[in-house]
């Protein structure tokens, strides 16, 4: 099977690149049977590159350590369910893991408009093959995974201790279905472009791609910040770090393109934003691939420098260029319908929220890009570390976030004073409550406080636009308050999806504001000895040693420090940390050791501890923080997928009795959003 499998990758080569000849000059001479080819060639890419990837998983399971791949990143006794994940722990293999996702995608894509499109489906399977070919050629000639050794080590070295946990094995996968999911409506927007259909129809068919796209790299990003918080020992979970950055800017985009969607699909305005959007989309996930597998950056979850960067350089600077004449040259098909009637409507709304997305996206890549610039220029890399990307993007997320709560209240084309005084009564109210609220408790952070009360006036506008819909449906059909709701849900899923959407935004900045107030504490403990501290919340904390054990446990051997914990006299538990050694089957280190951090976990705060070394014998340095309100950082963001999710979902067809109640919504209460989104 190894062996069907080396070979299968080249045949993938030959099918993509089949793909993309037939369907280009099919589209171009009008010929039907080598559109229909193209597309037959695009299935038949999947199905060889999902044999490429069958045979490298067999290699995997089956320990043969005459690949380079096999033996670089598993070892004999490396647990089944990493084997598995160690699919795409290096770069050959997570290169194949793309391909297959991608040729998949492409799949389905062609295969769900084989009845529409037809006109720009031919360009749109043509892309998909030129992407598929370069990420194919790139692996065989760049990064093949089947690359054998001159001579078979007896074990392999094993996988990196960092990326042996839950979060690494789902964290990946997540975040390549949605990247990769970016390359369709990329294609879509070429062939719109190519064929000078630029009209709605073309959104139509890339709004659920851009939905899955943004749906799996919300999931993927909270994910890492779930493996970094819990793996690498430094008691956050979003540090700037260029590989977090280059999934963290598509993300922005395709939030963007949710947002302005709508605009196109109800007066036909923001045509340029929204191809721009899902072109710049796709690219960013270019560059940032370029990042991460270049060598030009250092970090703990960035692939080693290889000719693989270089590839990828030329394949951005080619589709930027191509895609650039593209949208220039059809700037007249793409002239807005209507105009902007007042800054101070719905559609000025959502151009304001464009605008601040971007503004981040600016931002954060400058920041990422600038310490290869300078490299590039001075011969001197300048780091640009998290206080210039807070400083900037702080005051941008706080307008977001303001203008999360602002969009559905205003009216479409021209909101009324007397509109104005009504939508907005309740939603600053609550946020003034809020506010004082918290101010009379003693909150006098400025961050923490403006944070707050932004939160409790979107909050607001969830809560009002949520009553006034389930009331309606209530007066008219008569129905129980829960029943009401989920019907209200269900029957408007891109608008209330999307409110849910706002209410995980609404939480992950409750739960940002909360670590201005983190503390810590640094001791070094014998056995029995004991450390206080106190918290944020004014709580007395007793720390006491349990000493230092040490033992065998699997692929690794670890030593560990507990605590017993007590908070204002009551027993919370106990409280381990630990150092691993991991090692092969020979009993040989592998890795430098590394740190696995204890965590005592609650809604209200986490105390986070980690074993930074032993002394002596008995005796432990341990460092311990009170990070509040981390807890919310994951429920938010399952709130946000759970909304999207809602979105995505297929509406249902709304009974012939509703149609009333449809028809009495009024236009300036229609979907706050097209989909997801900050």
Known sequence: MILVGELSLWVALLMAAWTTTVSFSGGLQGRLDLVKSGERAMYATFGFTLLASIGLWVALFTHDFSLKFVASFTSANLPKAYTFTAFWAGQAGSMLFWALILTLYAAIAVFANRHSNRAMMPYVTGTLGVVSLFFLMTMAFGANPYERLDWVPPDGRGMNPQLQNPGMAAHPPMLYLGLVATAVPFAFAVGALITRQLDAQWLGAVRRWALLSWFFLTIGIVLGMWWAYVELGWAGYWAWDAVENSSFLPWLTITAF??????QEKRGMLRKWNVTLVVLSFLLTILGTFITRSGVIESVHAFAQSPVGNWFLGFLIVATALTAYLVSTRLNDLQAKAELESMVSREAAFLYNNLVLIGICFATLWGTLFPILSEWVKGDKITVGP???????????????????????????????????????????????????????????AYALISYLLAGFVFGTIIQEFVKGIGARRRMYREGLVSASLRLVARNRRRYGGYIVHFGVVVLFCAFAGLMFKKDITATLKTGESVKATDAYGHEWVFTSQGLSSFEQLNRKVLAVTLDVTRDGQRMGLLSSEKRQHVNSQGEPTFEPSTEVGILESPKQDVYMVFTGAIDRDTAAIHINFNPLVWWVWFGGIVMAFGGLIVMWPQAQRAERESGYVAQIPMGRESAMAGAGA
């Open 258 to 263: 949710l947002h302005s969607i709508m605009i």
């Open 387 to 445: 206080p210039f990307f807070n400083a900037v993007n702080g005051p941008l997320g706080l307008l977001l976030l303001a203008l999360t709560g602002i969009g559905p209240l205003i009216a479409w084309r021209r909101a009324s004073v007397s509109n104005l005084q009504r939508q907005f009564t309740w939603p600053v109210a609550a946020g003034g409550a809020v506010f004082g609220g918290l101010f009379a408790l003693g909150m006098r952070d």
